[in-house]
């Protein structure tokens, strides 16, 4: 079970990372709800900044889960032992 669970939230983090490095570069991102009723929220959401924090959120993601990958599969016996000094 534990497993599982570590395969399923590396692929959420995988996922939500992608997600948040394509999402603010693409037209949808200002075309919503809150970027058509308050125009404060329009104007932040059309800054380069923000979308690129943004970005930079989805690319820690995507980093978080390269690592839980990598520690799953040291976990697994799939990869050699580190070595000791």
């Known amino acids: 079970m534990n497993r599982l669970l ?3 939230y590396i692929i959420f983090c995988f996922e939500m990372g992608v997600f948040l ?3 603010p570069w693409t037209a949808l991102w ?3 709800y ?3 009723n308050y125009p404060w929220v329009s104007s932040m959401m059309r800054n380069y900044f923000l979308r ?3 970005s930079g959120i ?3 993601d995507i980093w ?3 690592y839980e ?3 799953l599969r040291r976990e697994l016996g799939l990869a050699p032992p580190r070595p000791t000094r």
């Open 52 to 54: 690129g924090a943004v």
């Open 6 to 8: 570590a395969i399923l």
């Open 34 to 36: 809150f970027a058509a």
């Open 30 to 32: 200002s075309r919503n």
């Open 64 to 66: 978080l889960a390269i």
């Open 69 to 71: 990958l990598w520690r």
């Open 21 to 23: 490095i394509i999402f």
């Open 58 to 60: 989805g690319l820690a």
